[in-house]
């Protein structure tokens, strides 16, 4: 998707599709003919949900993984490697701990071959544009989150790129001091003092999508397509009351949330649709007791209410409750309808259970429709002792997923299995083991 204007295009992609392979030798697709543009002077949201392959996106604009098909390009040359014109700023802070902050910042310099002395000088200035003066000869174990964090984009400003790329910057830190970070970056970006000429960043929070961006790229999940594309034509600093802002947001969340086109008859010459595995279906980073949470909420409401209603009411950020909305979806305990979400019949039959049987109700729904947890039920009952270590699941999930996504996946099906009483985990020798139907293992 190419913007209007006529400003020089620093980053282009065309067509871009990346598909991994599964353990048992299956195509997974992650994206899927994506094309976009990063022009100067702009900041672009990627938002998508799990699955939509946003981050898989990004580390192929970056040139950290190359595209099973379809092209990147860097100012017009192909690219065949690292982006040259980019530098990252992560989730998690990726500090080394024995390292000190201004050697933290210098790194990417000296990989660069940037002398001493002007390594040092470079990294304080970049020290100081990102309010950390002072803390130059700290250790990261000295330092909050969100200063963590403020290293993180020292060290990618340092090198003066053409892109910032950044990856759920801000997800790992507390609503405060995200808050407070977002608009240090808006200052930065307006005042021109970031020696960025663009930025991309990866998000699922709706709201920091309108706060940041000056277009927003809407993801459509497994596999990940560009659904939409909204400009956002409010002016900076945003204000999150204003009609503008609210009536933009709403229009995203129904993006995401609503349905998409019925899929057409299939012909009987197509074949039928994969069974989803844990890399399509990603369970949603929530617990039982947050999925039980909003099916009482709904059928206190009447079995049915707008999100963004229910978000009101609860002084939550819509954002909050799209995971849960996903989770509960997933099992069919709920259904979405637009912008509204509604209670199944099975849902009901959860929710009004005694402990017991909602705990086998739970198994029997997670068994069925999540596909970790059922990929963890098989293997286990496929061994002679019913056990197996979690490195295995672990290898499986790192196939589509980033090491810390990976393990956040296991820990999801951990709690998801342990509530259901399908399998136990042994936390000190990281071992499963299968739950028999007499609950003897």
């Known amino acids: 998707m190419t913007p209007t204007g006529t400003r020089p295009v620093i980053v282009e992609a065309e067509d871009v599709t990346k598909t991994f392979t599964t353990p048992d030798g299956r195509a997974l697709p992650v994206l899927e003919g994506v094309g976009l543009t990063l022009v100067e002077g702009e900041i672009v949201a990627l938002l998508g949900k799990s699955g939509s392959g946003k981050s898989t996106l990004l580390r192929c604009l970056a040139g950290l993984i190359a595209p099973s098909q379809g092209t990147v390009r860097y100012r017009g040359e192909l690219l065949n490697g690292a982006n040259p014109g980019v530098a990252m700023v992560f989730q998690s802070f ?22 001493e002395e002007e390594r040092a000088d470079r990294a304080l200035k970049a020290i100081d544009l990102i309010g950390l003066d002072g803390f130059e000869g700290a250790y990261p174990k000295e330092l909050s989150g969100g200063m963590r964090q403020r290293v993180g984009f020292a060290r990618a400003l340092v090198v003066e790129p053409d892109a910032l790329f950044m990856d759920e910057p801000f997800s790992a830190l507390d609503v405060l001091t995200a808050e407070n970070l977002r608009g240090e970056l808006v200052g930065l970006w307006v005042g021109r003092e970031a020696p960025v000429k663009a930025i991309l960043i990866v998000t699922h929070n709706i709201e920091e999508a309108v706060l940041l961006a000056d277009r927003i790229l809407v993801l459509s999940s497994n596999p990940g397509r560009i659904k939409a594309e909204l400009h956002v034509d409010l002016a900076r600093p945003r204000d999150r009351q204003t009609a503008g802002f609210e009536e933009l947001v709403d229009t995203v969340y129904g993006i995401l949330t609503g349905r998409d086109e019925p899929p057409a008859t299939p012909s009987t010459s197509e074949r039928p649709a994969p069974t989803p595995t844990p890399v399509t279906a990603p369970l949603p980073d929530v617990s039982v007791g947050g999925m039980a949470g909003l099916l009482e909420i709904l059928i206190a409401r009447g079995g049915e209410d707008g999100l963004a209603e229910i978000a009101d009411e609860l002084t939550f950020e819509v954002d909050d409750l799209l995971p849960l909305v996903d989770a509960a979806t997933m099992l069919g305990l709920a259904r979405t309808i637009g912008p509204r979400i509604a209670v199944t019949d099975a849902g009901r039959e959860f929710t009004a259970a005694d402990i017991l049987t909602s705990k086998q109700l739970f198994a029997r729904y997670a068994e069925e429709n999540a596909p970790l947890v059922r990929t963890i039920v098989t293997a286990l009952g496929r061994t002679d002792d019913h056990t197996l270590r979690e490195g295995f699941f672990l290898d499986l999930l790192r ?40 609950g003897r293992n």
């Open 94 to 115: 990726a500090l080394l701990p024995w390292l000190t902050v201004q050697q933290n910042v210098e790194l990417s310099l000296q990989a660069r071959g940037v002398p």
């Open 399 to 438: 196939r589509g997923f980033s090491a810390e996504d990976a393990r956040s996946q296991l820990e999801t099906a951990i709690d998801w299995g342990r509530y259901g009483e399908l399998y136990e985990y042994d936390r000190d020798d990281g071992r499963f083991t299968l739950e028999t139907a007499d």
